[in-house]
């Protein structure tokens, strides 16, 4: 830090006729000099989050459903290319510790919207069509805590927290919405509210929708609460979701906005517009992937379009690991152990990227371990919001880690796995466990890994350390119990 001087000799030093002491006028004056003297950047790492805090800055958060660790191209994919996503990340930040609520639709997102472990908002599974349940709305979401700064907000894409009116994104704090409702496999509930100009494609007709069995991938594209096309055209779903984020971004300018988008795809079956397809090496599943990148840089460019780039906070992640059942149509979650549907770190491990010139760092890795949970609380305190009250949060405030702050670390002294497994540090303790790999079983519990050493999870050192797996195990019992005694209910539509 440099040193600075004042020349004080011709300052207008008035004294007190007896003490002959300087004023307060003029010590209010040195002090002033000395703080114009220093520029911000000379100021405390501390400050920077306390100048942001309150700005109100416009926020997009970009999600895909289904995508592996390794499927982009800055996380090491050797055949998909991503060169939005790579520019994102010279020009922000890498989190490689980052971690979803669950490894499966729902309950990631309950737990994204809430900031709290999924089995305390009691959604820990996945949503159908059929079901009569979604995230409570006396929930309080990342859009009704930003809404209430002020945010114009919005959802495109896919929901999944229940497709009735009591619990789609315009009950939740969103001030529309336009996406499929659930996964793009599912089906149309026949009672969903159709739109006076719907377009009907595949012959259907109002009176085909009430009588018969509903077909699987047959799905509605709703706006706000009604379908407004069925069966959805999902080949074009991608552009369509990027047309309709541009449109906002460019009603919004004067913000602030918060833009939630998460893709329906790589979600299986694939889809893709005619001008990605057949063009990846690594097949329809990375013909997708390369137009969700395109998607990405064209947000890009709409921000700087909209002269609001310096003021927004872009993060882009997955909502859980790959469905690797599916073969070459689904995802790769090297070097991590298995995928969807398991607590392996293939299962909640995910890619995630945040982009804010200025404010985040570029070109930085993160390897501390942080989560979507931590959103809430984060995205709260940038925008001077506040956070629920008469509830518990369990996320934390990682714009530390965000922000480059020199020696920042995790808030998360253990963060846990729905219960079943728990990581502390370099350490992680499975006390149940499943795989979805025919040649990889998941064998007898427990197991513990020492991730920082072996990030496949594969030489189990259960035996070695007794007094670890004991502690460990004492920390997931105790958060099963409390969980128990403080979870929240489902909503349920009458």
């Known amino acids: 830090m440099g040193i600075l001087v004042i020349d004080l000799t011709n300052l207008p030093v008035t004294r007190e006729p007896e003490t002959h002491t300087m004023k307060p006028l003029v010590t209010f004056l040195v002090l002033l000099c000395c703080l114009a003297a220093f520029p911000a950047a000379a100021l405390p790492a501390a400050n920077a989050a306390e100048k942001l805090a309150g700005s109100r800055p416009n926020v997009i958060l970009i999600m895909t459903d289904d995508q592996g660790y390794q499927d982009v191209g800055c996380f090491g994919s050797p055949l998909i290319k991503t060169p939005n996503l790579d520019r994102m990340a010279d020009e922000g930040m890498r ?172 979600h299986v079956p694939l889809f893709a517009s005619d001008k990605f397809r057949g063009k990846s090496a690594r097949g329809l599943y990375g013909d997708v992937i390369e137009e969700i990148d395109w998607s990405v840089g064209r947000i890009l460019a709409a921000l700087k379009e909209a002269g609001v780039d310096e003021k927004t906070l872009v993060i882009f992640t997955s909502d859980n690991g790959p469905w690797l059942s599916k073969g070459k149509h689904g995802g790769c979650a090297l070097p991590l152990r298995d995928g969807k549907f398991t607590t392996y770190d293939g299962g909640m491990r995910l890619p995630c990227i945040m982009r804010f010139p200025g404010e985040i760092p570029a070109g930085r890795t993160c390897s501390e371990v942080a989560a979507t949970i931590d959103l809430l609380p984060t995205l709260a305190a940038l925008a001077g919001a506040e956070l629920p009250e008469g509830r518990t949060i369990d996320g934390k405030d990682i714009w530390p880690l965000m922000s480059g702050q020199p020696g920042a670390k995790s808030p998360h002294a253990v963060y846990f796995y729905r219960g079943n497994a728990v990581r502390e540090g370099k350490w992680k303790l499975h006390v149940r466990a499943n795989s979805t790999v025919k040649d990889q079983p998941a064998g007898p519990c427990p197991q513990l ?11 189990n050192l259960a035996e070695k350390h007794a007094e670890i797996v004991e502690r460990l195990t004492k920390l997931i019992e105790e958060h099963r119990r409390e969980i128990a005694e403080n979870k929240r209910p489902i909503g349920r539509a009458e």
């Open 95 to 266: 989190f490689t510790d980052f971690y979803v609520g669950a490894p499966v639709c729902s309950a990631s997102r309950a737990a994204l919207m809430t900031g709290c472990y999924c089995a305390r908002v009691s959604v820990t599974g996945v949503l159908f069509p059929r079901n009569n349940t979604g995230l409570n709305p006396d929930e309080v979401t990342i859009a009704e805590v930003l809404g209430a700064r002020g945010y114009a907000t919005a959802c495109i894409g896919k929901w999944h927290l229940g497709h009735l009116p009591p619990f789609l994104p315009t009950a939740q704090g969103f001030d529309s919405y336009f996406g499929i409702p659930y996964s793009n496999d599912m089906t149309i509930d026949p009672n969903m509210r159709l739109a006076e100009d719907v377009v009907l494609r595949e012959g259907m007709t109002p009176e085909r929708i009430k009588s018969e069995k509903p077909r699987g991938g047959w799905v509605p594209l709703v706006r706000n609460e009604e379908v407004v096309e069925y069966p959805c055209d999902q080949s074009t779903l991608t552009k369509r979701y990027t047309e309709e984020a541009v449109r906002f971004i460019q009603a919004n300018r004067n913000g602030p906005f918060f833009l939630y988008l998460p893709h329906t795809m790589p």
């Open 449 to 459: 890994y020492d991730l920082s050493a072996d990030i496949g999870e594969t030489a």
